[in-house]
């Protein structure tokens, strides 16, 4: 379980995080949700060791990972996969380079077995035949598949998904929940994602989270979500302009 | 009256806000250089080894950068003995050309030259290169895979700077007497056993050493300003395009400053 317990960020002045509580049930998909700009990044890539926070800590199982120093916060890294919002695949080199690079740096198989898992892991995200491809030949959704299959690829516990639906099409942003939902049932993992795609976020979401100045306001199943009568949150759910959130 | 006053008063403020912002940002830039530098090369002696990475990235800062020192190093050695052959006639010194140019090219205009022409070449490719890596999040990506970026990127960077910087110059130098000999013997007629004889006279190897020694702190100014603009970027494609541009800016000036402590340390 992952506890983020009064987690504060702020960045030249500017409160980002001001003390965001949240609990992450294992094996459990988790969906963040919150209006650009609200910190939603920011709070994972805390989860993730990317940033450090002003105040608070985040706890996986017994372990602090907000006081780790470098060496060990590399060694918790290994627990986790991470999808980025434009998938982060590395320009120079192929698909099968990109998937297979952290069993390249954190195991000694050789490549020819690299490719075999590579090969497994990018059929479970839907391709066949791609492994040769440089990303720039790749659609955007074919790119998240991609990053998809590279967070996966070690057999972490813990996936994060930076708006792993942003710039795509409605069809393929439902093609990307199922392939969550496949890929979580199958590997039994812990999903935390981001979002502000309310469609998506209710088909996936065992638990949703509502992040709203920098603080977690409400939190529940999607049926708990729904009958939220929290003004904010139902603006937000409701996308609607007027009410107490401001459009500036 | 008042309002003059106010006005200057107004104006020197802004201009000392603005002094004092780019001291701070002056410091801060050397400070992050410095424990980059330090982290690079604490990561670089630590196991294991990226040999595959510094390779590569010695391919390219060195044999990439070969056609443009070439050009440069002959063309400046052609020039100089053109120059100095004019010069030097007029006191009747001419089998001092050869001295002349082998001279200026070991000594100073070969390692400054090409360290100024792969700073443009290379450096403001690797500060765009890190800086695209950075605003799309591939940096970041590193991180999260429990890959040490600064071990995995810079370090190769700084060390193939350090090693093929030094290379260049030999380069520049050679190609550069060769493009003096070629106009001074055959092209201004000076005796071929005087101009080859005066030169090997008069150069030493110290000469040589120290011109080697300028290179090898190019080497490493120009690949770890070119890192730092790169692994600092934010701000998107125009955020990249000025890393590329200060890196470049900010190598070139720090070569031709240290140039002139170092020739004056070495003189």
Redesign the interface.
């Known amino acids: 379980m992952i506890k983020i317990e009064g987690l504060k960020k702020s960045f030249n002045g500017k409160k980002v995080l001001d003390g965001a509580d949240l609990e992450i049930e294992k094996g459990k998909i988790t969906v963040i949700i919150g209006r650009s700009g609200e910190g939603k990044s920011v709070l994972i890539k805390h989860i993730i060791g990317l940033l450090k926070p002003d105040d608070g800590r985040i706890m996986l199982d017994e372990q602090e990972l907000t006081a780790l120093n470098d060496a060990d916060l590399n060694e918790a890294r290994k627990r986790f996969g991470m999808l980025f919002q434009g998938a982060a695949l590395f320009d120079s080199m192929t698909v099968a380079e990109n998937v297979g690079f952290p069993l390249k740096e954190h195991t000694s198989l050789s490549w020819e077995e690299i490719l075999k898992t590579v090969t497994e892991k990018l059929q479970r995200v839907g391709l066949v035949g791609v492994e040769d491809m440089m990303p720039a030949d790749l659609s955007g959704g074919m790119k998240k598949r991609v990053g998809l299959a590279r967070a996966i690829v070690m057999d972490p516990e813990i996936v994060l998904f930076d708006e792993p639906t942003t710039g795509l099409d409605p069809i393929m942003s439902d093609s990307v929940a199922d392939l969550v939902l496949d890929t979580q049932k199958a590997l039994n993992t812990t999903y935390i994602l981001i979002s502000h795609d309310i469609p998506f976020s209710y088909k996936i979401a065992d638990k949703i989270a509502m992040l709203h100045e920098g603080k977690i306001i409400a939190e529940g199943t999607v049926k708990q979500m729904k009958e939220n009568q929290n003004p904010i949150l139902r603006q937000f759910l409701e996308g609607r302009a007027e009410g107490p959130i401001k459009v500036y | 009256m008042k309002n003059i006053f106010n006005n200057k008063a107004r104006i020197t403020n802004a201009y000392l806000e603005k002094l004092g912002k780019d001291a701070v940002a002056l410091i801060k830039a050397v400070g992050l250089m410095s424990l980059m530098l330090g982290s690079a090369l604490k990561l670089a002696a630590t196991p294991p080894f990226k040999l595959k990475n510094v390779f590569k990235q010695m391919e390219f800062v060195g044999v990439q950068s070969l056609f443009v020192v070439v050009l440069t190093g002959s063309f400046t050695g052609m020039v100089l003995a053109l120059q100095s052959f004019t010069a030097l006639k007029r006191f009747g010194a001419e089998s001092m050309v050869g001295p002349t140019v082998a001279l200026s090219m070991a000594r100073e205009l070969g390692p400054v030259l090409s360290g100024l022409m792969v700073t443009g070449r290379a450096g403001s490719a690797m500060a765009t290169e890190l800086g695209?890596?950075r605003v799309?999040?591939?940096i970041?990506?590193l991180?999260?895979?429990?890959?040490?970026p600064v071990k995995h990127l810079i370090s190769p960077r700084v060390l193939a700077g350090i090693c093929m910087f030094p290379v260049l110059t030999i380069v520049t130098d050679f190609v550069g007497v060769i493009g003096g000999y070629l106009v001074g013997v055959r092209l201004l007629g000076i005796n071929s056993g005087v101009y080859i004889g005066r030169t090997v006279d008069l150069l030493h190897v110290q000469d040589i050493f120290s011109g080697l020694t300028k290179s090898l702190f190019f080497g490493l100014i120009t690949t770890l300003v070119a890192c730092h603009y790169g692994y600092y970027t934010t701000g998107g494609a125009e955020g990249v395009g000025k890393a590329a541009t200060n890196s470049v800016v900010t190598a070139s000036v720090l070569i031709l400053v240290s140039d002139y402590i170092l020739s004056s340390f070495m003189a």
């Not at chain 2, 991180?143 to 040490?148: C, L, Q």
């Open positions: 695209t890596m799309t999040e591939q970041d990506a991180a999260t895979m429990a890959v040490n």
